[in-house]
Structures are given as C-alpha cells and as structure tokens.
C-alpha cells in the first residue's frame, strides 16, 4: 500500500493544530506539508517539531527568512510561497491526503488543487465549497477524488448515513443543529453593543475568529446549509435548522419510516478530524469520552430568524444561482473582517450582507477562474458600501 502522506493546508489555525494534535495519535502518515499565511514564527516551530519537506508562507520575504531560519538550524525543509506553493503542495504526486483547513476564499484555489488530482480532501474549509459548488463537485467526480467532510454536522450526517455521501429516496430530511452561538439569550436591544471580543467567546467551541463571528451571527449554520446540500447532493429544502445549545448532538438524519439517526460526541474538532484521517476505519482522537450521567440535558428548539436574519438569507441563496453564494460568502467575509478590525457595529453586519446578494446581478460561472473573478467583484461591491457608512 502507498504510505498516507498529508499536506496541511492551514496548520497554525485552530483545525489545523487539532489536525497536527491527532496525528501524534498514530504514526500511520507522514507529514508532507504545513502551510501558514503570515504566522510564519509559528509555522518556524512546527516545521522544527514535524520536519515535513515543505512548507508555505503568503510572502516571499517571510518566506526567505524562515528558510534561512531553518536552514541555520540544519532542517532541510523547502519554503514556497503563495498561492502557486500552495497549490503545489496540494496537487503533489506523493501527497495522498490534504486537509484543507484554510480560511475563507483564499483556500478555494488549493482545496480545488487537491481535488482536480484525485487526493483524499478532508474538507474543514467549507466557503471553498459554498463558492465552488457544482464545479467543486465535478471536479472531485471526474479526478476520483474522495471528499470527506471535517466540518462536525457535516461529518456527523456523513456517519449517520452510514458512512457514505449519498442521500436517497429512504431520507425524509437532514437535522442541521447549531448552538446558537454567544448572542442566543442576549437581548435583542444589546446586540448594538456587542464587540468583537464577546462574538469570539463561543460558549462550546474553542475557534478562529472569522468562524466565530459566523457563529455568533449564525451565517455559519447558513453557509453550512448550502456545504451540506453540495456535499450530499440533497435539495436545501430537505435541511431544517435546529437549535442545540449544548452541541453534542453534532447533526441528524431522518428516514422515511420515522427512524431519526443522530451522532453524538464532545464539541470537541479531534474527533471528526480523527475520523477522516482514519476513515473507513478508526482511531483514536485524545477527545474526552461522553459521560452520560453527567450531561444535565440536551434541548433543541427552532431558531428566531428576526435574532439570526443571516439564516433566510442564506435559505434564499442556498435555492438561487452559484453565483449568489459567492456574493453572500465574499460579502459576509468582507463585513466580518470590518467588524473584526474596523470598527463596523454587530449590527451591520447582516444588513450589509442582504444589500450585496439583492444588489449584485445573477452570472453563470463555469470555472475556478470565473468564481475567483466574480468573489473579487463581490467583495469590491461590499468595499464600496461599506465607504458609506460614516
Ligand atoms: P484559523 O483562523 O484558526 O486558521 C486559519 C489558517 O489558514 C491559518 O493557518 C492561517 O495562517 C491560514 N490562512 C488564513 N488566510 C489565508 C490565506 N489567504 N491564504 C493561505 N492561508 C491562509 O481558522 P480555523 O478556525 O482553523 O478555520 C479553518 C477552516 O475550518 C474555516 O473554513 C472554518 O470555517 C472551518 N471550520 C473550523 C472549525 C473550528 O472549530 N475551528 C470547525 C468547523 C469548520
Ligand atoms: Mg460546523
């Protein structure tokens, strides 16, 4: 058998440590490639610790100094940059694994890299998939790619269904839960007030800061409803959102005959990132056990969408053009970038995000390129609103 060799796309973030945290479980890889965009100091010491052949930084100078860096140090591994480094390191003939766990739309060129040649793409990164959709999806098909969702609903529905993507006739709908992030008791008059600090404190998740901020505002659940019905080929329609402030139950599957299949676990990433290294078999995570006695209870109840307007919106996309989703995931990550660092009130983030989507005109996109071209139309659009704003 080929040896499992993976590249990490993303390795300093938060699903990317988790990722380098499993592997110490198991000695069954070897570790190919670690990529960072500007947290090159962190990327320096992983390299020390994983020696893998090659690593990726976003600039050429701090790519320079980390190989001098490395070099000194006499660690033999080769620093690319950029998005062509990337691309490399997740098209590689002796890559057989890719764990796409960048952020946003900068990681849609790679992930699409890692499909077109048929590796094994553990998928965290779901605007890649929200932006690329059906070509995503034919690319994989026609490279013979295997597509595994990291993202715990969707990797929890995955289980559920038996461990297989395909959702037949036997479906009667999908169960998408989500917790309802920091603001879901935080009355509706404080919103106003909310800082970036209280959006990234999720009350289960220990995340990045952009998928925080899409939890606390639900676009997350939103972009997640469109990944799943890429992922599973499944009308969104047939996807209800749940409410599930405790996050164990990580999703559900219902069947015709009233069965209703559900997968739980701790929230806790290492366990669906050890199940798609290990699939189809097992192995273990480091994840704590569930004790049952201990779990005081689990409830679930339908979302407030005048709380999360950012969920219709989605709906709405999720059932329009592929070029709709571009606008809404280019729009949204604009506007959280602005409120993370420039100062937009909470608030604003939705209304700004409905006006790009009603605003920009429907375009059939063919290609990467396409999508790639119309993403930069969107976020110029949302640029242009956003100067606005006093
Ligand atoms: P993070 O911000 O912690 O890490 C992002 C990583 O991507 C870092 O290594 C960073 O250097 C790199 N990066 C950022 N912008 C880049 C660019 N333009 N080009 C190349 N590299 C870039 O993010 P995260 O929380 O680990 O999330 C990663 C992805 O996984 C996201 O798409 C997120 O939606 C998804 N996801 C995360 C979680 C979670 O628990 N964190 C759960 C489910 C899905
Ligand atoms: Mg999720």
């Known amino acids: 058998m080929k040896p499992k060799r993976i590249s990490i796309l993303g390795a300093t973030g938060s699903i990317g440590t988790s990722t380098l945290s499993v592997l110490e479980q198991t000695n069954e890889f070897d570790i190919f490639a670690l990529t960072a965009h500007k947290r090159a100091k962190e990327l320096g010491l992983l390299c020390e610790r994983y020696r893998p052949r090659y690593a990726v930084l976003g600039s050429g100078d701090a790519a320079?100094?980390?190989?001098?860096?490395?070099?000194?140090?006499?660690?033999?591994?080769?620093?690319?940059?950029?998005?062509e480094g990337l691309k490399r390191v997740a098209s590689h003939s002796e890559v057989s694994h890719v764990m796409a766990a960048i952020v946003g739309g900068g990681g849609l060129a790679p992930t699409f890299a890692a499909a077109e040649s048929g590796k094994t793409v553990l998928?965290?990164?779901k605007e890649a998939l929200v932006m690329a959709g059906s070509i995503f999806m034919s690319a994989i098909a026609a490279s013979g790619a295997q597509l595994l969702p990291v993202d715990s609903e969707h990797n929890a529905i995955f289980q559920c269904l038996g461990q297989t993507a395909a959702v037949g006739a036997d479906v009667s709908r999908i169960l998408l839960t989500g917790s309802g992030g920091p603001f879901l008791q935080t009355p509706l008059a404080d919103l106003a007030q909310v800082t970036p600090e209280d959006a990234c404190r999720h009350p289960n998740w220990d995340m990045g800061r952009k998928i925080s901020v899409d939890s606390a505002t639900m676009m997350n659940k939103g972009l997640e409803l469109i990944e799943a019905s890429w992922l599973f080929n499944v009308p969104s329609d047939k996807?209800?959102?749940?409410?599930?402030?405790?996050?164990?139950?990580?999703?559900?599957?219902?069947?015709?005959?009233?069965?209703?299949?559900?997968q739980l676990g701790q929230p806790d990433m290492r366990t669906p990132i050890a199940h798609t290294l290990a699939f189809p078999d097992r192995q273990a995570s480091g994840v704590e056990r569930l004790d049952f006695s201990r779990l005081a209870e689990l409830s679930f109840q339908s979302p407030d969408y005048e709380r999360f307007p950012l969920l219709t919106l989605a709906r709405e996309v999720a059932e329009g053009p592929l070029s709709q989703s571009v606008v809404l995931n280019a729009a949204n990550e604009v506007a959280v970038a602005a409120f993370l660092n420039a100062g937009l009130p909470y608030l604003q983030i939705a209304p700004t995000i409905q006006k790009v989507v009603h605003q920009a005109e429907p375009l059939e996109l063919l290609t990467i390129d396409d999508v790639l071209a119309y993403d930069q139309t969107a976020r110029d659009l949302t640029n242009n609103l956003l100067a606005t704003y006093d």
């Open 64 to 83: 320079r100094d980390l190989a001098m860096t490395l070099a000194a140090k006499g660690i033999a591994t080769e620093v690319l940059v950029g998005e």
């Open 123 to 125: 998928l965290a990164n």
């Open 239 to 262: 996807i209800e959102f749940l409410i599930h402030p405790q996050s164990i139950v990580h999703s559900m599957v219902e069947f015709i005959d009233g069965s209703v299949v559900a």
